[in-house]
């Protein structure tokens, strides 16, 4: 297989987060003082950087710590509405069961995320790199990468916003977007070797090498 160690993303990769994502988000911005966000914004807001939707949004660097400790509390408070996207749960049964090392790398908490997954999911996944914050996703992919012993080349990161692009290029990881997430697909393939899984069954393809 070309990939022995594959790691996610969470929130838009392999859970279906965006509605309640965005409930949470708009509540937290009348509490913490920053731009809500309306269905007419979506477009332009999914062809954006982080760093570009912080600005667009208003938010003072210092502030997200505390928006982001926010941000996870409300996310745990309506974690019921969130689930994993079809075809998930099976991707994951195949590959660990061909021997892949998997890992999931968010900036959502654990709590949050073994909610959504449950026991059995919970048990096929060997790292978890939780509550990611300011300093972004490189480190923690480095982190994961020597816990595994593996060459870089072994390595897939799978995301779903140019963010996670940057910091698997960074971190000497391989990275390919999803088309089904935040970020818009015209946005993220540039920054995936100008190719995106199209749906979740393409994993296994890359993985075998196809």
């Avoid at 996610?8 to 809500?36: K, W, Y």
């Avoid at 982001?68 to 408070?77: L, N």
């Avoid at 393939?189 to 393809?205: M, T, Y």
Wanted: glycine residues 8%.
């Amino acid at each position: 297989m070309k990939y022995q160690l594959i790691a996610f993303d969470f929130d838009g990769t392999v859970a279906d987060s965006f509605a309640c994502f965005l409930r949470v988000l708009n509540h937290t911005a009348q509490t913490h003082g920053f731009r809500a966000v309306e269905p007419a914004m979506f477009d332009e807001l999914r062809g954006m950087s982080s760093d570009e939707i912080r600005r667009y949004l208003k938010i003072p660097y210092w502030k997200i710590p505390r928006i982001a400790t926010a941000m996870r509390r409300g996310m745990f408070e309506r974690i019921d509405e969130v689930s994993l996207f079809p075809g998930v749960e099976s991707l994951w049964q195949t590959l660990a069961q061909a021997g892949v090392t998997l890992g999931i790398v968010t900036s959502n908490s654990f709590e949050n995320i073994s909610r959504v997954m449950g026991d059995e999911n919970l048990k096929l996944i060997s790292h978890f790199e939780c509550n990611i914050g300011l300093m972004g996703k490189r480190r923690p992919l480095r982190r994961l990468l020597k816990q595994s012993g593996l060459a870089a080349s072994a390595a897939l990161y799978i995301g779903d916003e140019k963010r996670d692009a940057e910091a698997a290029r960074a971190a000497g990881w391989d990275f390919i977007g999803v088309a089904w997430g935040y970020a818009k697909p015209e946005a993220l393939q540039p920054l995936s070797n100008g190719k995106l899984f199209q749906q979740v069954e393409d994993i296994l393809a890359a993985v075998n090498g196809s």
